[in-house]
């Protein structure tokens, strides 16, 4: 099984980019913050108990999106692994990752980083809140998660890079750029 990582700074990327890689490479593409839209859409009692989490620009507590992971992966089948988007974000998250993985035997095989500088970030996601209407793309609130991005998710650039499986890309340029870029990563790992 090929297990991907993607990570970035809010409105890097990554979910249009781990959308492309699962249908590409016939990986499950699991995203928390869609899982967790979703269910904000529905109301369902998980929608309800993290709106308010996500509307601030927290992050969820690990024990619940640990849950939700294992719930994601267990429904998956037929497929040659996983694009993580959203997670983890921290690294007690990335052990508990590796324990869900353990279970199954399995690992993950690499860990790409989307670079895109602050300014960047809140331009886009003023953009998506205009075009989207997405309520969590306030300027107050984009610059939190920035800040929380930067001060509890950019460890895993170490971490994984201790590892071996961090590679780091610009992530400005044209969504195919960018895709090619990764798919060139991908194809001389698997």
């Known amino acids: 099984m090929f297990n991907f990582i993607i990570f970035g700074p809010p409105g890097s990327g990554k979910g249009t980019q781990s959308v492309q890689i699962a249908e590409k490479y016939n990986l499950a593409h699991i995203s928390t913050g869609e899982i967790f839209r979703k269910n904000i859409r529905e109301k369902t009692e998980l929608g309800i108990k993290v709106q308010s989490i996500i509307e601030s620009g927290e992050l969820v507590p690990d024990e619940l999106l640990?849950?939700?992971?294992?719930d994601a992966m267990d429904s998956r089948n037929g497929v040659s692994g996983f694009v993580f988007?959203?997670?983890p974000r921290t690294i007690q998250q990335a052990k508990?990752?590796?324990?869900?993985?353990k279970k199954r035997n399995d690992a993950v095989s690499m860990v790409l980083a989307l670079e895109v500088n602050d300014e960047e970030i809140?331009?886009?996601?003023?953009?998506?809140?205009?075009d989207q209407g997405r309520k969590d793309d306030?300027?107050?609130?984009i610059e939190n998660r920035i800040l929380v991005y930067?001060?509890?998710?950019?460890?895993?650039?170490?971490y994984y890079k201790d590892q071996e499986l961090l590679i780091s890309i610009n992530g400005i340029g044209s969504i195919d750029e960018i895709?090619?870029?990764?798919?060139e990563l991908i194809n001389a790992r698997i």
Do not use: H, M, W
């Open 138 to 141: 306030t300027r107050e609130v």
């Open 96 to 101: 508990d990752l590796e324990v869900c993985l």
């Open 122 to 130: 809140v331009e886009r996601l003023l953009k998506r809140a205009q």
């Open 179 to 183: 895709f090619n870029k990764i798919c």
């Open 85 to 87: 988007d959203g997670f």
């Open 66 to 70: 640990v849950a939700i992971l294992e």
């Open 150 to 158: 930067n001060n509890q998710t950019q460890p895993l650039c170490s």
